[in-house]
């Protein structure tokens, strides 16, 4: 993992983390021999960061042939108080505007293969997908959403009791009170659910069916708006988690279809065989035919693999 420094287009600096697959690299640290299909792993919170350090979903997609890519946009703790204010009320404006130049930046420098970019992330940033899609939906070769609001009013006025105490900070991060008329429209205007029709790429989206934070209700909207549109859409529900997912084989499951899903629309590897879909509580409700075939069996041949 490489810390490299990107300005934004107003002049921010984003501490932001690169990982490359071994033998990729051609002369230094952040030249490769070509342009890479790259996935931006974009971190939730928002109060949160990225750091140096292993990181599981580096390590597992650049073993597929993935570049990876974490960008400590703004609205990123760590950085000082005016690094993290400037996010306030920039969902969808410039903290996405900071994603955005992150990946010019890595096409810039040809560590990214323009045509070949997905965005994926969890919780509020699975929202960072959405609107990857909704808002910029040239830029990304597809996207993967977990456990990410579609509408923020509707986050907003479904959040669990033991958020209550922290409303008005969340109302002053996202930027609108949404109990207003004027609050409601600019969150509309927000939200990537407004903007469904802009959908052109393929999108992967994965939930808890007991999510208290964001409810199952955010992917369901969504969904049914694609689906009624004829919009391509692939959705993953597990009816025993909550907020991502803590049994180690619906982890397992949800990569296993998400590698075949980045394979499918980017073009490298995954493995083959159903072990990781054993035992997990997996149903996809929608758009299996989206991905490359499945094969549930799970037997002595599953390290006969893609890899």
């Given at each position: 993992?490489?810390?490299?420094?990107i300005?934004?287009?107003?002049?921010?600096?984003?501490?932001?983390?690169?990982s490359?697959?071994?033998?990729?690299?051609?002369?230094?640290?952040?030249?490769?021999?070509?342009?890479?299909?790259?996935?931006?792993?974009?971190?939730?919170?928002?109060?949160?960061?990225?750091?140096?350090?292993?990181?599981s979903?580096?390590?597992?997609?650049?073993?597929?042939?993935?570049?990876?890519?974490?960008?400590?946009?703004?609205?990123?703790?760590?950085?000082?108080?005016?690094?993290?204010?400037?996010?306030?009320?920039?969902?969808?404006g410039?903290?996405?505007d900071?994603?955005?130049?992150a990946?010019?930046?890595?096409?810039?420098n040809?560590?990214?293969d323009?045509?070949?970019?997905?965005?994926?992330?969890?919780?509020?940033?699975?929202?960072?997908?959405?609107?990857?899609?909704?808002?910029?939906?040239?830029?990304?070769?597809?996207?993967?959403?977990?456990?990410?609001?579609?509408?923020?009013?509707?986050?907003?006025?479904?959040?669990?009791?033991?958020w209550?105490?922290?409303?008005?900070?969340?109302?002053?991060?996202?930027?609108?009170?949404?109990?207003?008329?004027?609050?409601?429209?600019f969150l509309?205007?927000?939200?990537?659910?407004?903007?469904?029709?802009?959908?052109?790429?393929?999108l992967?989206?994965?939930?808890?069916?007991?999510?208290?934070?964001?409810?199952?209700?955010?992917?369901?909207?969504?969904?049914?708006?694609?689906?009624?549109?004829?919009?391509?859409?692939?959705?993953?529900?597990?009816?025993?988690?909550?907020h991502?997912?803590?049994?180690?084989?619906?982890?397992?499951?949800?990569?296993?279809?998400?590698?075949?899903?980045?394979?499918h629309?980017l073009?490298?590897?995954?493995?083959?065989?159903?072990?990781?879909?054993?035992?997990?509580?997996?149903?996809?409700?929608?758009?299996?035919?989206?991905?490359?075939?499945?094969?549930n069996?799970?037997?002595?041949?599953?390290?006969?693999?893609?890899?």
């Amino acid at each position: 993992m490489h810390p490299v420094i990107i300005k934004s287009r107003d002049g921010l600096d984003l501490i932001s983390y690169l990982s490359l697959p071994s033998g990729s690299q051609k002369d230094d640290e952040l030249t490769t021999k070509s342009p890479l299909p790259m996935v931006l792993y974009v971190h939730g919170g928002p109060t949160a960061r990225d750091d140096w350090g292993f990181n599981s979903v580096h390590q597992w997609l650049t073993n597929r042939g993935y570049a990876l890519l974490s960008v400590n946009y703004r609205g990123s703790t760590g950085f000082g108080k005016s690094f993290m204010n400037a996010g306030n009320a920039q969902w969808a404006g410039k903290m996405h505007d900071d994603l955005i130049d992150a990946v010019d930046w890595a096409v810039q420098n040809k560590i990214a293969d323009k045509e070949k970019v997905a965005i994926m992330g969890g919780s509020c940033r699975g929202y960072a997908a959405l609107v990857g899609l909704t808002f910029t939906p040239d830029v990304f070769a597809c996207a993967v959403d977990i456990v990410g609001p579609s509408s923020l009013e509707t986050l907003l006025n479904i959040i669990p009791p033991y958020w209550m105490p922290a409303l008005m900070a969340l109302q002053i991060k996202i930027g609108a009170d949404h109990t207003t008329e004027e609050g409601k429209e600019f969150l509309a205007s927000r939200s990537p659910i407004t903007y469904v029709e802009r959908i052109k790429k393929p999108l992967l989206i994965g939930q808890g069916a007991n999510d208290s934070r964001v409810k199952q209700s955010e992917s369901d909207q969504i969904v049914e708006v694609m689906k009624q549109k004829n919009i391509p859409v692939t959705y993953v529900l597990y009816p025993d988690e909550d907020h991502g997912f803590a049994r180690p084989e619906n982890r397992l499951s949800f990569y296993a279809i998400t590698e075949r899903f980045l394979s499918h629309y980017l073009g490298e590897k995954f493995e083959d065989g159903g072990c990781d879909l054993k035992n997990s509580s997996i149903e996809i409700k929608h758009g299996e035919e989206f991905l490359p075939k499945i094969d549930n069996q799970c037997d002595e041949q599953r390290n006969k693999s893609s890899l």
